[in-house]
């Protein structure tokens, strides 16, 4: 193992260190069960007080009655019985439905797009399971190691503990983890950030570890509904059918036309494809239809015609209930970082970097303000409800919820 952990301190920009812990300090790795913190854990298992956590954060049984999840936990356990690493599983399933499930389903109400990833890290990883080790070790007496396609190195001209962008951009995550609380970047120990997944396949079949051939993990049940395309069905088991009009209008007279009706504002996001059969003989109406705007006082859905139409695009975008990851004052860096060119954004994980031109400060500074950020490019259907994530080019300084206006 010592050889892979030797990569983590040589794969450093200049200006940081990666700090490592000592042989005798405790050491909780977060498995999930796929290879990335099956790779992880592996890198630590060799230290005295390293063992697994496994957390279960959603129920629902199966036809054969088992959790949904029984499968995941059954290979965690399996990598640490591989790794003579002792492993717990621990419940946070309550903790989950109060601070991600329920605030997902209210957003959706509203008729804004939720990012439940990000609130799950916020709230479950790095919220839940850090006070639950907190009680159980004492705060500041371990390292919580996870899975992430991201870095947490320490700043050595400012000793400040910094979050940075994964060295594989295809896989980095640290979008995922922006509205983590800054205070607990001190201990938490981020391997897979040093690697590419090519990489970390390859350490899990050289060490011959149970998960090496295991495909990635789309998450948790749920989610996982989302990807085969089922996540409308699970959501109308919990939203309200709330039919409303689907509607264009006249840019010039501004009136209504009616052309269909939705299920619910929940139903569509911003930029998202309409299959409304439109007359396509006249080429006024011909072509693929997109949401452009949800009107939450009216119940309707705005579509217009064709995916590239300027009324998707915007080159401004406000940002609330900022969460910062930066010690300094983060509105003069971020002054300071525009002037110099540096300061990007991103509201989607995995896109190229937006240049920021521009931040005006619209409501109080502090945290829960606003910001507007005025882009050098305009960009696609930012829909309301995700997060806008706001890096110095490698370095996120933190991220807020974008809202309409």
């Given at each position: 193992m010592q050889r892979y952990l030797e990569v983590l301190g040589k794969r450093l920009p200049q200006g940081f260190k990666q700090l490592q812990p000592s042989k005798h300090d405790n050491i909780i790795i977060s498995m999930s069960s796929g290879v990335d913190s099956s790779v992880s854990a592996a890198l630590y298992s060799s230290f005295p007080n390293a063992r697994g956590v496994y957390m279960r954060n959603w129920s629902n049984k199966e036809n054969d009655g088992k959790n949904c999840d029984e499968k995941d936990w059954k290979d965690a356990e399996n990598v640490a019985k591989y790794l003579n690493l002792p492993i717990d599983m621990v419940n946070f399933e309550k903790e989950y439905w109060i601070d991600v499930f329920e605030p997902m389903l209210t957003n959706y109400e509203l008729g804004v797009t939720p990012n439940p990833d990000v609130l799950c890290n916020r709230y479950i990883k790095f919220g839940s399971l850090k006070r639950k080790l907190d009680e159980q070790y004492g705060t500041d007496n371990y390292w919580l190691v996870t899975g992430h396609y991201s870095r947490i190195l320490q700043?050595?001209?400012?000793?400040?503990?910094?979050?940075?962008?994964?060295?594989?951009?295809g896989k980095d995550q640290s979008y995922y983890l922006s509205q983590v609380n800054a205070s607990t970047l001190n201990q938490v120990l981020l391997p897979m950030g040093h690697?590419?997944?090519?990489?970390?396949?390859?350490i899990a079949q050289d060490l011959k570890l149970p998960t090496a051939e295991k495909p990635d993990s789309q998450g948790i049940c749920f989610v996982n509904n989302s990807q085969q395309g089922k996540f409308k069905s699970f959501l109308k088991e919990y939203l309200p059918i709330e039919k409303g009009n689907v509607i264009t209008i006249d840019p010039v007279t501004g009136n209504k036309t009616v052309w269909g009706q939705h299920n619910g504002l929940w139903s569509y996001t911003l930029g998202q494809k309409m299959g409304l059969a439109m007359p396509q003989g006249d080429p006024k109406y011909r072509g693929t239809w997109f949401v452009a705007e949800k009107l939450k006082d009216t119940n309707e859905i705005v579509i217009v015609q064709g995916r590239e139409n300027k009324k998707l695009y915007r080159d401004n975008v406000f940002l609330k209930n900022m969460t910062w990851l930066v010690r300094d004052n983060p509105l003069q860096l971020i002054q300071d970082s525009i002037k110099k060119g540096s300061l990007?954004?991103?509201?989607?994980?995995?896109?190229?970097?937006?240049?920021?031109?521009?931040?005006?400060?619209?409501?109080?500074?502090?945290n829960g303000g606003q910001l507007e950020l005025i882009l050098k490019t305009s960009q696609r259907a930012m829909a309301p409800g995700q997060y806008g994530c706001l890096y110095i080019q490698d370095r996120i300084i933190g991220s807020g919820t974008i809202v309409s206006e």
């Open positions: 700043n050595v001209a400012t000793t400040q503990f910094e979050l940075l962008r994964g060295l594989d951009t690697f590419n997944k090519k990489e970390v396949r390859s990007f954004m991103q509201y989607r994980s995995l896109q190229d970097p937006i240049v920021i031109e521009k931040c005006n400060i619209c409501r109080d500074q502090e």
